[in-house]
């Protein structure tokens, strides 16, 4: 089986590479999906996360498909310096304890996450992926001479490291053995059917807010959206509803969003699941980026970004060097008042502009990525011979 150490748990509100990535490999092959541990001591207001995720410890493998099982491995409360290293190999410990009681082998092990080192090392599979879609060494709170050690032994470690994009790409230099760049796609099968008899909570409360609606979902997070941008663009333009929607503060160090007080026509609602994503993008009449300006977001490729498009909406963002093959595709802006000329050209867009930006995204397809990461995967196994 093939053996992922993921960036997330396994139920986030948010689904990201590595869930993708599990689910398709899981049609091929079996897939035992390690739920990280992060990389930093959770705060105060993240009791809520934690105590689940502590408590999913105690019953530690779960089938939650077919070919697909996932491992909540219990970590140490250590992530600094020497401690995180020390973290890593007891969950590798871990993971290796499983494998060999229910007598899998570990072909190839897929790390989203410089912590998954561990894992990597003690499954002894034939072959290591890294699978770097972040610079997480420059996450809140994290201890960045840590995970920078650990990403250095796991790029060292690794047959393939894959990046979502150039910036990333940069960063790593000539210590890759072989360096692919795979920008993000999207899931072609859920955002191209139609959400309109979506039920759910949030979508009936988006149906109440008045128009226009400005959208972002994702995390609603201080270090992922830039919230005095967020704060002008409601100032200057009090007729729009600017609505944010998903999870608040998910893996920030300070309860920034929860505590923050806004305009009224700033609408924060809660997260709702993957599948009704498609249906909340369509309540929106302009799609948001507004990615903050510092080293973590210069070096992501956002996931939303061909969701968004292939819904038909109209997208304006900070422009964000992943993002610079496809200016044409969405409207780049900085200030806030560069935002509000560029939301207000973008809602004059007809529908000959909508289904173009369809038939572009539907482009950029999960489907396609994954024979790309079989054909990825056969070579290398091929190559560990």
């Known amino acids: 089986m093939d053996v992922i150490y993921g960036s997330a748990l396994w139920h986030s509100a948010t689904k990201v590479n590595c869930h993708f990535v599990a689910?398709?490999?899981?049609?091929q092959c079996p897939v035992l999906f390690v739920e990280s541990v992060g990389a930093r001591s959770p705060r105060p207001h993240e009791w809520r996360r934690v105590v689940p995720r502590l408590l999913r410890s105690f019953r530690p493998v779960r089938r939650v498909a077919d070919g697909l099982w996932v491992l909540s491995p219990l970590p140490l409360p250590m992530f600094r310096g020497a401690g995180a290293r020390l973290n890593s190999r007891w969950v590798g410990l871990q993971v290796a304890a499983v494998l060999r009681v229910r007598r899998w082998r570990a072909d190839m092990c897929w790390v989203f996450h410089p912590m998954g080192l561990g894992t990597a090392v003690r499954c002894q599979p034939r072959a290591v992926v890294y699978y770097c879609v972040d610079d997480y060494a420059v996450n809140p709170g994290v201890?960045?001479?840590?995970?920078?050690s650990l990403e250095r032994e796991l790029i060292g470690l690794a047959a393939v490291t894959v990046t979502t994009g150039a910036p990333l790409a940069r960063r790593l230099g000539s210590s890759p053995r072989r360096l692919e760049i795979l920008p993000n796609v999207v899931d072609t099968d859920l955002f191209a059917q139609d959400g309109?008899?979506?039920?759910h909570p949030t979508v009936k409360t988006l149906d109440r807010i008045p128009r226009p609606r400005v959208g972002y979902v994702g995390n609603v997070a201080a270090y992922k959206i830039d919230l005095g941008l967020i704060r002008e663009i409601a100032e200057r333009r009090p007729g729009w509803s600017v609505t944010l929607v998903g999870p608040r503060d998910y893996g920030d160090t300070r309860a920034t969003v929860s505590a923050l007080a806004l305009p009224s026509n700033v609408h924060f609602l809660e997260p709702v699941p993957h599948a009704t994503v498609p249906a909340v993008i369509d309540r929106f009449d302009v799609c948001l980026l507004p990615a903050p300006t510092h080293d973590l977001t210069l070096a992501s490729f956002p996931l939303k970004f061909f969701e968004y498009l292939l819904r038909g909406r109209p997208v304006v963002g900070r422009p964000v060097p992943a993002l610079e093959p496809y200016r044409e595709w969405y409207r780049e802006a900085g200030s806030a008042m560069e935002f509000v000329e560029a939301i207000e050209e973008a809602l004059d867009d007809d529908g000959d502009e909508i289904e173009r930006r369809r038939r572009f995204?539907?482009?950029?397809?999960?489907n396609k990525r994954a024979a790309e990461l079989r054909t990825l995967r056969q070579t290398v196994l091929d190559e560990s011979l």
């Open 143 to 148: 201890d960045a001479a840590a995970v920078r």
């Open 196 to 199: 309109a008899g979506a039920a």
């Open 23 to 27: 689910e398709r490999l899981a049609a």
């Open 361 to 366: 995204a539907a482009t950029f397809s999960w």
